[in-house]
């Protein structure tokens, strides 16, 4: 079973940064994909920003140009770089792992979430 533990968040001023990061243990090979979703109340989760194990990711408009998301393979470690934060990116922030069908351990995985707060 791959759990995932995300750290990192807090609170911070519009236009301030945050790095948050994850960490996956109990999984035997490279994670196909990892990524971060977000939450407010009321709202449904959406993707922020996702990366697949040869290092393509994708970002959601709200985000491009301000985040950025990387990998480390070795240890299933994924992390997000928030630059330039504006309060409606206060969420909680969840990170995500999924193994495709198919392959080892494959399913949907996710952490606990982390409250990233923006406010002056």
């Known amino acids: 079973q791959i759990q995932l533990v995300e750290s990192g968040g807090g609170s911070v001023q519009p236009g301030g940064s945050l790095r948050l990061s994850c960490a996956a243990s109990?999984?035997?090979?490279?994670?196909?994909?990892m990524g971060w979703y977000r939450q407010t109340p009321g709202k449904e989760r959406e993707p922020v920003a996702i990366?697949?194990?040869?290092?393509?990711?994708d970002y959601a408009d709200s985000v491009k140009g301000r985040f950025t998301i990387s990998r480390e393979n070795a240890e299933n470690m994924v992390h997000l770089q928030m630059n330039n934060l504006k309060v409606e990116d206060t969420a909680v922030y969840y990170c995500?792992?999924?193994?495709?069908?198919?392959?080892?351990?494959?399913?949907?995985?996710w952490g606990q979430g982390t409250q990233v707060t923006v406010s002056s």
């Open positions: 995500n792992a999924v193994n495709y069908k198919g392959y080892p351990q494959a399913g949907d995985y």
């Open positions: 109990g999984s035997r090979f490279v994670i196909n994909a």
């Open positions: 990366i697949i194990r040869g290092g393509g990711a």
